[in-house]
């Protein structure tokens, strides 16, 4: 089994910055793409941004420039760096990540979620 845990969320005033973090353990024999997406109240979850097994990031276009993934393939991590948040910022964060295990199946797997909150 595998599991994504998150942490990091919580509330900031709007231009402040939070990092999420997400490790992923388990029978983990492969981390290919790596992810943040978001579920703001009444609305459908959204990619926020995609990290490649090589470090390829891609971003939704509402992030580009204060948004930045990163991972640490050695401690199975990927982290959101996110500065100059908004209000439209706020929702619950849900780390994801497509997993080979050690038994040769392959899954998208995902966390449980962390809230962030941007005050105005």
């Known amino acids: 089994q595998v599991q994504l845990v998150e942490s990091g969320g919580g509330l900031v005033q709007a231009g402040g910055s939070l990092r999420l973090s997400c490790v992923a353990s388990?029978?983990?024999?492969?981390?290919?793409?790596m992810g943040w997406y978001r579920q703001a109240p009444g609305k459908e979850r959204e990619k926020v941004a995609v990290?490649?097994?090589?470090?390829?990031?891609t971003y939704a276009d509402s992030v580009k420039g204060r948004f930045a993934i990163s991972r640490d393939s050695a401690k199975n991590t990927v982290y959101l760096a996110m500065s100059n948040l908004k209000p439209e910022d706020t929702a619950v964060y849900y780390c994801n990540a497509e997993i080979t295990e050690i038994r040769g199946l392959s899954e998208n797997y995902w966390g449980q979620g962390t809230h962030v909150t941007v005050s105005s």
């Open positions: 990290i490649s097994r090589y470090g390829s990031p």
């Open positions: 388990g029978s983990i024999f492969i981390i290919n793409d």
